[in-house]
């Protein structure tokens, strides 16, 4: 399956381009600060290989982790930009979800961990990708692996989303609970207590 590099341009090409493509910079990625922080730019209009589309694999090469997405809407004029890689399975062969699952899964990360370089930023190199072996089963096979991890993803955000929720709502018990046991205004003098005491009484306590 192909790997294309991302398409790199010069800080000053960038708002020129941005008026003609959207940048898919993948989850919680930058786009801007990558070119700011000095890519080398050819500028000019990318090739029509460098566009990303419907099935594409986003590969972040660069970072602390090394994990891919997959682009599962239509998208045109779309740039996969550097220093991310767009991998294109050939679904003859390889369900995308499948692959995207086997990049992402703790064994392929690690290897590609091994496989990084740098001193103050960790990158994995084109060829380091494209040597990751990828053990492939049958299409039908794929597509079971494939479902199953849709529904275990799902599964993580529903119950991701009722923890968030029950935080919320335990907060606001505890903050109503709260405000309940505050102490109320008296109206009762010091030393005189109507419920146990006669008048009397609170006066001589009050001289002793």
């Not at 919680?28 to 290989?49: C, D, R, S, T, Y």
Request: charged share 20%; hydrophobic share 40%; no cysteine.
């Amino acid at each position: 399956m192909p790997i294309k590099d991302g398409f790199i341009i010069t800080a000053a090409g960038f708002f020129d381009a941005m008026e003609m493509y959207t940048f898919f910079s993948g989850n919680a990625f930058n786009l801007f600060q990558e070119v700011m922080n000095g890519l080398v730019g050819v500028g000019g209009k990318p090739k029509p290989n460098q566009l990303a589309k419907l099935g594409d694999i986003i590969f972040r090469s660069r970072g602390q982790t090394n994990t891919a997405a997959l682009l599962n809407e239509d998208v045109k004029s779309t740039i996969v930009a550097a220093p991310l890689f767009r991998v294109r399975p050939d679904i003859k062969k390889v369900v995308p979800e499948f692959l995207l699952w086997w990049i992402n899964q703790p064994s392929s990360q690690s290897y590609l961990a091994s496989r990084s370089k740098g001193t103050m930023v960790k990158m994995v190199s084109k060829q380091g990708l494209e040597d990751l072996e990828v053990n492939l089963p049958s299409l039908e096979q794929q597509k079971k692996v494939a479902e199953f991890f849709s529904l275990s993803m799902r599964e993580q955000q529903l119950l991701e989303e009722i923890k968030n929720r029950k935080a919320i709502y335990t907060q606001g018990i505890l903050m109503q609970m709260a405000s309940e046991s505050r102490p109320t205004a008296s109206n009762k003098k010091p030393g005189f207590d109507a419920a146990t005491s006669t008048p009397g009484q609170t006066q001589s306590r009050a001289r002793n």
